[in-house]
């Protein structure tokens, strides 16, 4: 139903900003949808999900830019460099059982480690970034009106939302949950904990990574800071958190909130640079404080 | 291979910013030793502390070194009671709230400089900015000097406060078993912002020897806190020595990794430390198992 609201969007509207606003309230949900899958579901709170979304980013730019792969082609490879990169880093830190603190930092180091690569190598395109070159029509996934692109990212969140689903209803889903709530109660009944986790992480950074591929084909550029800096992992990270963490609609709510808020600060301060990140971070705190688990859990609980 | 008389100038270099790392990162292996959580706020409040050396010289004129009497309180105390009424409020007892609290607090912190300074990247000048001291074949700027010696003079009050304080004792006890140290009348959640606050209070000293040598800008703390969650995560995490041992060897690290690589990529060293250590020695150097 959710679905179908949203495709017919641009039948009611055609207006520009309108549909932008939609296809960015989307994207933060995707991103949104990735990390709750490895911190609502699973317990691991990354830092650091820029490492995916920029490896999916990248992958997309160097493949379609550098190599001349077609832009779907470059989708599949996307997805599963993100989740190879999630492996990888799954196996090295869940291997010796970081969790909390260190996990944090682990992810953020790692994005932070990609990010100065990217900057330092020569086929990221260096510090310069990629520009991917201008080719409309459907079947370089690039659209002639923002509505092409709407649906695009409307299948990349349904599909995640399906993701969701199947975690909350299968029983890989029930193992993954019972590892957040009591790892070693878990691993007490049989679950192979270590196997779990890695495949959250893996899951997680492909869906992160079909972020970053739609973030490049829609922005048509990527450099380093804009791929595996810190403000992706943020925005990842907020709206699970405003809506509420480890629940199916939580980041999607919490999406829309963040850009409708988003908006009026930016209508609010326009020439204050920084604000409204700053209102970013005042919400975290806030949220944390009188809301830990999110808009849709304060009403839940009622 | 390069010539002793590059190496020896840059060895010296890291091991002089090594130790002002040394003291950020013995403020953040506080925190992290009494509360069990990692200060993601921990860049953001060292850049905070230099934007106030920084305005203390610019508005009144203070030398840098004489804002350490200044500094040092005004940290603690900002640090007190950020635990008081934010950290320690928001956290409901759950170690990932704490986590994504800090890091709320570090975006705050980091915009409203934006806001208040502009992004602009600021500098000092004092008497002695470009004063150099020969050291063997190496000339050291004089502002590296004071900062080394400074850094481990606050580095041993530190410790001493540690060891032979009360104050020191019933950190040490809430560290080893909070609910333990509770039942014997230590006031855990005054303990903690104590802590807190001291682990500030490092950085506050840090702001100062650090900014005569170097500069201030809304970002700098980022660089800054991944470097400290190195050291910590190499040291050991909790560990004092570790901080101090891990903040030498990270600096001349950097530094020697800079002249090899360039700026840029130079700190891809200390990022193939983090792994490394995390891969086969994640207890670090001096830290027992976690």
Known sequence: ?302 | MFELSILWPAFLNGLTTGAVYALIALGLTLIYGVLHIINFAHGAALMMALYGVYYLQKSLGLDPYVSLLVMVPAMFAAGYLAYRYVIGVASHGRDENILLVTLGVAIVLENLALFLFKSDTRTIDTAYTFTTIPIGTAMIALPKIVAFFGAAAAAAILLLIMRATDLGRAIRACARERQGARLVGIDVEHVFAMSFGIGLGCLGAAACFLLPAYYVNPGVGNGFVLIAFTIVVLGGMGSFAGALVGGLLIGVVESLGGLWLGESLGQIGIFLIFIAVLLFRPQGLFGARA
Not at chain 1, 76 to 89: E, H, K, Q, R, Y
Not at chain 1, 100 to 121: P, Q
Not at chain 1, 164 to 169: A, T
């Open chain 1, 1 to 302: 139903m959710f679905g179908i609201a949203v495709a017919l969007l641009p039948a009611v509207s055609s207006s520009g900003v309108v549909l932008n606003t939609a296809i960015m309230m989307l994207y933060t949900a995707l991103l949104g949808l990735a990390w709750n899958i490895l911190a609502g579901f699973g317990g691991q709170f990354s830092f650091g999900h820029a490492v995916f979304f920029g490896t999916g980013a990248y992958a997309a730019a160097v493949l379609q830019a550098k190599l001349g792969w077609n832009a779907w082609a470059t989708l599949p490879a996307a997805l599963a460099l993100g989740a190879a990169v999630g492996a990888f880093i799954g196996a090295l830190s869940f291997r010796y059982g970081l969790r909390g603190s260190y996990f944090a930092l682990v992810t953020l180091a790692f994005a932070e480690l990609f990010r100065i690569l990217a900057n330092n190598v020569d086929f990221t395109g260096a510090g310069v970034g990629i520009m991917v070159k201008l080719d409309a029509g459907a079947e370089n996934f690039q659209f002639s009106t923002k509505a092409g692109y709407l649906y695009v990212v409307l299948a990349f969140v349904l599909a995640a939302l399906l993701v969701c689903w199947w975690l909350k209803n299968s029983r890989y889903g029930a193992w993954l949950q019972a590892v957040r709530d009591n790892e070693d109660s878990a691993k007490a009944v049989g679950v192979n904990v270590f196997r779990v986790k890695l495949g959250a992480i893996a899951l997680s950074g492909a869906l992160m990574a079909a972020g970053g591929v739609f973030y490049a084909q829609y922005f048509q550029y990527v450099d380093p800071g804009l791929a595996y800096g810190p403000g992706v992992s943020i925005e990842a990270l907020l709206g699970p958190i405003i809506g509420g963490l480890g629940t199916l609609w939580g980041p999607v709510l919490g999406a829309v909130l963040l850009q409708l808020l988003g908006e009026g600060t930016r209508g609010l301060f326009e020439n204050a640079p920084g604000l409204s990140l700053m209102v970013y971070g005042a919400l975290l705190v806030l949220m944390v404080t009188f809301m830990p688990s999110g808009v849709l859990g304060a009403f839940r609980r009622r």
